[in-house]
């Protein structure tokens, strides 16, 4: 038989079944589309020899007045800046707390602080220490804690708990004083559920947050402690109360008493945290965390899990002129300003050089710089500034013109405020040419200056079009793309929904519950907007999804569509860089800046700028191969219906007869090094593939054709490199296949 084009349409369609996506792509990694044609992404490669600490979720990029280009970073932890090859820690401060006494247990890598006064630290919260002067007798030097950053692990009413990394304090006698500078909190890591009304946002505090681990795993049982039935094994006890209440991942357990080690008396599942279709209790692995959930501050008891959510730390990054405006969610409003002499070596505060936010709320779900009128607009904020108590997550304020530090609406300036109704919360907001978009959980509105005396003009353009997480949305051309929980949407004057090839892959494995880690950005280069998300059972961004609006064709009128597996937590477009930035978090490794002495699970952010090169180049310099792969549908042959005379009749007759692929002709526009191609057989839709006997065949530069064996009622490609140093982009394949019976 003669030779025969294999011609596939160009995007991922995995609405069908692998056999109904006729003529489509219906799987791909680390792949996109270009011309029609499917290729390997580029490479990217480390911007610093650091890891940053923590999860980076907010890039912004800027330029000052005299050319300079800056990024800042915003993690769950620091405010950092990237300037000309190097990281600046830029992180706000609270007030100095002084005479703080210091002590010491023999042989322990802890270290206590005690206050004479209200702290108001948390566990997991970063401090500076200054004006050292340790305990006498514990081996270690003033230097090892003067102006050095550590991680609080334990708090009580007076006094916090540090640790020292990985020196060990030997034979402490007397006490020793220091002064301690607390780093403005973020939030935490992951989005979560809490435990009940009296923690995190709705104004309460762990009391006693002392954490351990299991010793043994937990069952999802009438037992479910491994066969003990009423004990749970622990590394250590010690800080935990003698009755009480723990918390191991989402589930509540409560105990009547401790013994070595141990935690006796227990009832699993707690205040209705047992998994649903188990007698008691959620399995738990041998080493999960272990946290003590007995006492809050705050208003309530406990109650079930899942009906409070804590949103994960997140900031809100824009300029005024050349100076950053900075916003912790639900927290303050800070300012760092290029312009200042020395300015790398300046925190962000609320009182800069030249510049205030002394008078902004202290409460505020999101931010932005209006783009052409320069008002400062606080949404999701206090309805009487400075008490946070007043914060209704629908209210907007707006500072004056030109001063982001006035807000008393008056007959001469354009300060004002406006409620939001259809939601119960604003999510976020974003610039599109001459309005702001402003998404609700539930709504979008747009927000135009028109001048006195209402100064900005409110319309709801959409329901049920809700805002996944505030950094789920960008804008192209004034028009915006975002994910919602329930869809992905298109705003060009009006709101469509966007028809998605992948959307039952994406909506079946995203895991809404942690939205608000949903990072979306804009790759200008290759026309694609993509949203990095966390799949069910992740605690961070693992997958994510492309549109690539470019892509547009008789075949493609809208666009296509493309998925994989490759995670980022935030990305900047190639605007004042020429390449892309992004980052990606590994939560079982340490950062290494900022320094924090002995931190402990705070994970680290790797800094990259992407489409460069084939491969990932790492911190020092070694290369991660980028591995990519496209796979086709199932095809079969097909044939009409003959009739008496041998003349085509009737409906086509799909999968009636068995196929023999006998050879093909491979044909790659780009190909460095080897491209991996692979024939898989099926007799039935349903079963899985079947690898044929010959493959997979290594393709290179040089290869003219391939003899294959390849014999089924159902057959498809896959595309893929597995080494250093290959690219490779798809062109038309030539494949011999004929008739081969129907048995």
Known sequence: ???????????????????????????SDNSRFRYGLPEKVGGWSSLISDSIVGVARKQHAFVDLEGNRYVAIGTDKFLLLYFEGQLFDITPVKATIGSVVMSAQDATKEVSLTFSSAHNLQSGDIILLDSVTVPSGIGL????????????????????????????????????????????????????????????QYGGTVQSPFTTTLNGALLADTNGTGGSGTVINVTSNSGFPTTGTIAVGNELITYTGKGTNTLTGITRGAFGTATTGTSNGQAHSNGATVTDASNFTGFGNAVQASQVILEPGLWSLDNFGQVLVATIANGK?????????????????????????????????????????????????????????????????????????????????????????????????????????????????????????????????????????????????????????????????????????????????????????????????????VWYYPTTGSNYNNAYVVFNYGETGRNTPGG?????????????????????????????????????????????????????????????????????????????????????????????????????????????KTLTGNAVVTLAIKRYPQQSDTVSSLSPFTITSSTDKKDTRARGRYLNVKIENTSSGEEWRFGTFKIDVQPDGRR
């Open 1 to 27: 038989m003669a030779l025969i084009d294999f011609n596939i349409k160009p995007g991922i369609d995995k609405q069908d079944t692998e056999v109904g996506a006729e003529n489509r792509w219906i799987d």
């Open 141 to 200: 030097t003033d230097a090892a804690f003067e102006d050095k950053l550590f991680q609080v692990t334990r708090v009580t009413s007076s006094l916090v708990a540090i640790v020292t990394g990985t020196q060990t304090t030997t034979g402490a006698a007397g006490s020793g004083a220091c002064s301690v500078i607390p780093y403005e909190p973020v939030g935490p890591s992951a989005q979560s559920y809490g435990y009940g009304f009296g923690i995190g």
């Open 333 to 529: 409003t800070f300012t760092w300003n290029a312009g200042a002499a020395a300015p790398t070596t300046v925190r962000a505060a609320t009182n800069t050089s030249g510049f205030s936010t002394s008078s902004n709320p202290t409460a505020t779900r999101t931010t932005l710089i209006s783009p052409t009128t320069r008002h400062l607009i606080h949404l999701g904020t206090e309805t009487t500034i400075g008490d946070t108590a007043t914060q209704d997550d629908m209210f907007i304020r707006f500072s004056d013109q030109e001063n982001i530090n006035d807000y008393t609406a008056t007959a001469i300036n354009s300060a004002g405020d406006f409620r939001l109704q259809d939601g119960t919360k604003i999510v976020g907001a974003i610039k599109a040419k001459e309005t702001i978009l402003v998404f609700t959980d539930n709504a979008l509105y747009t927000m135009k200056f028109i001048g006195s005396p209402f100064t900005f003009g409110f319309e709801q353009v959409g329901t049920n079009c809700g805002l996944i997480g505030k950094n789920a949305v960008v804008e192209i051309d004034g028009n915006a793309f975002w994910m919602s929980a329930n869809g992905l949407f298109l705003f060009d004057g009006t709101v469509k929904s966007l028809p998605c090839t992948v959307e039952d892959f994406v909506y079946d494995n995203l895991d809404t519950t942690k939205g608000q880690q949903v990072a979306a950005g804009i790759n200008n280069l290759f026309t694609e907007v």
């Open 560 to 668: 296509v569509w493309y998925t994989g597996t490759e995670a980022r937590t935030s990305w900047i477009d190639a605007v004042v860089y020429p390449q892309p930035y992004a980052t990606k978090f590994n939560s079982t490794s340490n950062g290494t800046f900022p320094a924090v002495v002995g931190q402990d699970g705070l994970g680290q952010t790797q800094f990259f700028e992407h489409e460069v090169g084939t491969d990932q180049i790492n911190q020092d310099g070694s290369t991660t191969t980028i591995t990519s792969f496209i796979k086709s549908f199932d095809f079969d042959l097909q044939a009409k219906q003959k009739d008496a005379q041998g003349r085509s009749s009737g409906p086509t007759i799909a999968g009636e007869s068995f196929l023999a692929l006998r050879r093909f002709v491979p044909d790659f």
